[in-house]
């Protein structure tokens, strides 16, 4: 009889640990005690920027806050309660959101781009272009 072997399904703490890898500690802080949620977040390289991609459901772009501070980004929103009346459930999702992250050394802050469509907050950080890959041609 073989014996069957169970790996574990990976747990958010494993994802973090990856984050953290690429994009440092996201360690909590006390400005963060009243933050309720947390948005879904992808992270992406491509060879010339990072992609950060949030799903924001329910907040107009005038609602969310992108800050740069000492090589951290911060991302904070508020969907506000749109409840009256008397309600017999209630699953949809209310109040503030947070989310931060360092920055990777090779960032340009200075050229990062974000848009909001349709409930996903995209945020393009550019490399810096020291950091870039150039091929050398010997002559």
């Known amino acids: 009889m073989s014996a069957l072997v169970m790996r574990p399904v990976p747990s958010v703490a494993d994802f973090f ?10 360690s909590l802080t006390d400005d963060r005690a009243d933050y309720r949620v947390q948005p879904r977040m992808d992270v992406s390289e491509e060879e010339n920027k990072y992609a950060v991609t949030l799903d924001i459901p329910g907040l107009a772009k005038e609602d969310i806050s992108i800050k740069v501070e000492n090589g951290t980004m911060k991302i904070e929103g508020e969907r506000k309660e ?15 959101i947070y989310r931060s992250f360092a920055l990777p050394d090779d960032v340009d802050a200075e050229k990062i781009e974000a848009k909001a469509n349709n409930g996903v907050l995209e945020i393009s950080l550019p490399k810096n272009q020291k950091a870039l890959p150039v091929e050398i041609k010997i002559k």
């Open 82 to 96: 749109e409840r009256t009346g008397k309600y017999h459930l209630t699953e949809r999702t209310y109040g503030r």
């Open 17 to 26: 640990s990856i984050f953290d890898r690429v994009f440092g500690d996201r």
